[in-house]
């Protein structure tokens, strides 16, 4: 048995939802697909697909060896074309959309220099903070924070941000400052739409150990630079990322509270619709995203990014 041919095939069943369809997007017969996937299940010693007459679904342990392998094949794929990668020159329209508050503040220097670098590059960008189909609204690529999207989307680390709960002195001095995240339930706090639990912070503490919080206050609003502008104001407690509030803690006109029971940090991802024939223009885009956010300048506690790329990461949605 050839395993990377057999996986291949597996997930090829998983992306089309029949054994008849992946045989034709791999120009090979069903029932070579079905004795592939049915040789690595035996290899395996575990039934991967539930069958039916009806329908196709994956097993427990199939979804976990199913992510596996979308990942593996990516980096077959990866390390092939980076292999050639210096051969092909990037040009051509790239067609980007972002979160407002991340897409004004950090893309139009990262723009600028990529530019200055590949000129034969030009740049469609759309900032908005709803959930763009990529494949439909025909763009090439997203910039996404914690959450990436659909399952057939693949996204590639750019860098990280954190949450980090501020308040403005004034506010600090009015109302005291919360020494562990229950004392927020006696705050007022300003709370965002798109967080993934609506009215609930979470937070882990140095130990590991994670706590949610049920909080509530004057204002709940779908933009992270108001609600970062609110806090400034001394309006209440904001938990915003670090790329929004970073230069305000830094200024003093915001201070961090709750050190040592910070959010889980959220990744940054360059997120397309597919690494089949990547574009060498999205490619060179990531590579330089990489490189550009290692020591990304809103970071308040040294991190640095670490390049991997992810079909599904399970973190919270944290677009600003």
Known sequence: MDRLQAINSFVKVVETGSFARAAERL?????????????????????????????????ESGSVFHERCVQLLADVEEAEQSAHAGTIKPRGTL?????????????????AE?????????????????????????????????????????????GVTQLMCCAAPAYLERYGEPKKPQDLTAHRCL????????????????????FSVKIGGPVHANSGHLLEALAREGLGIACEPDFIVGPDIRAGR???????FEPPPANIYLVYPSRRHLSAKVRAFADFLV??????????????????????????????
């Open 254 to 260: 915001l201070k961090p509270v709750l050190r040592g």
């Open 27 to 59: 120009d090979v017969s069903v029932s070579a697909v079905s004795r592939q996937v049915a040789e690595l299940e035996a290899h395996l010693d575990a039934r991967l697909l539930n069958r039916t007459t009806r329908r196709l679904s994956l097993t």
């Open 291 to 320: 490189e550009r956010l290692a020591n990304a300048e809103w970071a308040l506690s040294g991190r640095a990014a670490h390049p991997r790329s992810h079909k599904q990461p399970r973190m919270p949605h944290a677009g600003r």
């Open 95 to 111: 067609r980007l959309t972002c979160a407002v508050t991340f897409g004004e503040r950090h893309l139009p220097a990262a723009i």
């Open 114 to 158: 990529f530019i200055s670098r590949h000129p034969d590059i030009q740049f469609d960008v759309e900032l908005s903070d709803r959930a763009v189909d990529l494949v439909d609204e025909g763009f090439d690529a997203a910039l996404r924070i914690g959450n990436i999207g659909s399952q057939n989307l693949v996204g590639r680390k750019i």
């Open 191 to 210: 709370t965002y739409e798109y967080a993934s639990l609506r009215n609930v912070w979470r937070f882990r503490d140095r130990g590991g150990r994670d």
